[in-house]
């Protein structure tokens, strides 16, 4: 699924080519990208509007239009975003739905799977189901150690399912949970609320800098993930644990081990990333 990395990436791509546009016209080919509201319905309410701007929070890519909406698309297991430069020529494999833009180029949502969905919303209305779903931003300025402690006290979850939580830290998926926890040193399996002050400190910085990775590499092409302009990323190439199933170690050279957190494939070194224990509560007298 493509994480904060990618959907980054994506939006710094098109935020510049599609500010000012208008959407002409925006097929919806697949009524489950739409879903609950009719195709043709979705369909007509975007056509002939003003783009704002593309935003993003999370993994949902913002497309805010004129007139105070946004369509809010996530991209979920495999969707794609793709500007397309002339929709005749290219090729128009699991196309879903199509926004033909006034300057003659069309923007592409791609799903093998068709998990992805569309859904517009007045500004308001879109604040509230943000905040239903999403926690902070990991680059926002209220993402701090003493945030994510908040976060995590009393926190019996493992570490791993902690992070996976959109509702913690939005953004954070499977590969970046587990590029933060190597970063931090700390054990896939330790339970979240079993962290102190340091360990905080180390988390916070391993989770960012595991996100900077990604888009510094225009994030991690392992399956169906593609920029907005159809190419791969490289951060799959800069992996550090995720997906390196017995293979050394770069910090400390022990085998890398795979085991299944929350149903999720997690990478971990066993030599050197620390598994805390659950803190005991003091009996009181």
Known sequence: MPELPEVETIRRQLAPEVAGRVVRRLDVLDPLWSRPVDPAELGAAVSGRGIREMGRRGKYLLLRLDGGETLAMHLRMTGNLLLVEDGEAAEARFLRARFELDDGRELWF???RRFGQALLLGDERLEEHLAE????????EDFTPAALGEMAAGRSAPLKSFLLDQKGVAGVGNIYADEALFRASLHPLSPAGSMRSGHLEDLHEGIL???????D?????????????GERGTMQDEFLVHTREGLACPRCGESIRRIVVSGRSTYFCPGCQVRLRRRRRRSRL
């Not at 779903?133 to 926002?140: C, Q, V």
């Not at 590499?217 to 907005?228: F, L």
């Open 217 to 229: 590499e225009g994030g991690a092409s392992i399956d169906d993930y593609r920029d907005a302009r």
């Open 110 to 112: 791609t799903d093998a």
């Open 133 to 140: 779903r999403l926690g902070l931003e990991p680059f926002s």
């Open 209 to 215: 800098g595991a996100l900077r990775a990604g888009l």
